[in-house]
């Protein structure tokens, strides 16, 4: 199966700001950088869409024709617990030392590790292969982005940072 794994546009967020799993708007710059990605997948044609229930994913999933997408809480982006809605220069946390150092197993702000968005994403895209479809598109984030990244055997866990997941970036895998 073909997924093709949109990542949503920049946030309105302030600069250097943690926001994981926070609701937050798209930027003033959505209608610019989402006519990008419009364009980018406008030739392609998909048996299903998903989006992670978050609005910067739903907004545009719609914005790119695909208004009433399947929404999956697994598509979520990681959970950071007491840090979200902090500047990350500004987080006193003893436990920030902890994740910089051991981000796959440590939970960001009591929140969650990057092995435990992994595990939520790989049953997503095990059960999406049980589903009879041939291409699929997925709206979501750019961690969710690296764990499927992972999951099809594109990188392993030492190199999802090497490439960025760039906002409103298009990626294609196969599972």
């Known amino acids: 199966m073909n997924v093709t794994l949109i990542r949503h546009t920049r946030v309105n967020v302030a600069p250097g700001m943690c926001y994981g799993r926070t609701d937050v708007d798209v930027a003033a710059s959505f209608p610019e950088e989402a ?38 809480e697994r598509l979520r982006e990681l ?30 702000g009591g929140g969650e590790s990057f092995l435990e968005q992994y595990a939520r994403v790989a049953e997503f895209l095990d059960e999406l292969r049980r589903r009879p479809f041939q291409k699929v598109a997925v709206f979501a984030h750019g961690g969710t982005i ?15 940072f090497s490439d960025m997941v760039d906002y409103g970036s298009v990626t294609e895998i196969e599972i």
């Open 35 to 72: 006519e990008r990605v419009r364009t980018a997948i406008s030739e392609q044609r998909f048996d299903a869409v998903w989006s992670s229930p978050l609005q910067r994913c739903r907004k545009l999933a719609a914005f790119c024709g695909y208004p009433s997408p399947f929404v999956d």
């Open 146 to 160: 690296r764990a499927a990244l992972v999951y099809a055997g594109v990188c392993n866990f030492n190199q999802i």
């Open 79 to 108: 959970d950071f617990g007491d840090w979200e809605g902090q500047l990350w220069k500004e987080i006193r946390d003893p436990r920030l030392q902890e994740w910089f150092d051991n981000w796959l197993s440590t939970k960001a």
